[in-house]
C-alpha cells in the first residue's frame, strides 16, 4: 500500500500518518487497463477513473459544460504509480453534469441556563462531474 503527500509517494512502512491520503494499487480485471488519477480541486484530494461520476467543491459553469483539472498529484495503472515531476504535464478531462446543494446541516448553539438558543442551517453547493479523460 502507498500513501500520497503532495507530490511524494512513500511505502506503508516508512510512514504512518493517519492524515495520510492512502492510494491502492489496482491489478488487472478482464484484459482492461485500469486508469486513475489524484487530482485536487477545492483543496481536497479526489481519486478518479475515466466514466466515474464525482462530486467536488462548486465549480463555475452550467451544465455539460467542459472542465479540465490541471492539478493532477499522482497517476496509476497495472504498471504502477507516477507521482511529481512525472505528472506535472497530465490534466484531467470533465464535464459538468450537475449544479445542486447537498442536504441541509443543522447547526444549534445552546447555553444551559443561560437562556441562549441559536438554531442556523448551511446547504453547502457542489458539482457532479463526469470524468471523460485522463491526459498523462
Known amino acids: 500500500m502507498l500513501f500520497l503527500f503532495g507530490d ?5 512502512d516508512k510512514c504512518c500518518s493517519a492524515t495520510a491520503l492512502v492510494v491502492s494499487e489496482t491489478g488487472r480485471t478482464g484484459g482492461k487497463r485500469i486508469m486513475y488519477a489524484v487530482i485536487l480541486t477545492g483543496g481536497k484530494q479526489y481519486k ?31 504498471s504502477g504509480i507516477k507521482a511529481g515531476e512525472a505528472v506535472k504535464a497530465a ?15 443543522v447547526i444549534f448553539k445552546y447555553k444551559a441556563k443561560k437562556g441562549y438558543r441559536r438554531k442556523n442551517g448551511h446547504r453547502q453547493p457542489y458539482t457532479k462531474v463526469r470524468i471523460t479523460a485522463i491526459n498523462a
Do not use: M
Not at 511524494?8 to 506503508?12: G, I, L, Q, T
Not at 490534466?91 to 446541516?105: L, T
Open 91 to 105: 490534466n484531467v478531462a470533465g464535464e459538468i453534469v450537475k449544479q445542486g446543494k447537498n442536504k441541509k446541516i
Open 48 to 78: 478518479v477513473a475515466v466514466g466515474e461520476d464525482v462530486f467536488v467543491e462548486k465549480l463555475e459553469g452550467e451544465d455539460g459544460a467542459a472542465v479540465t483539472f490541471d492539478t493532477v498529484l499522482a497517476i496509476g495503472d497495472d
Open 8 to 12: 511524494r509517494v512513500r511505502r506503508a
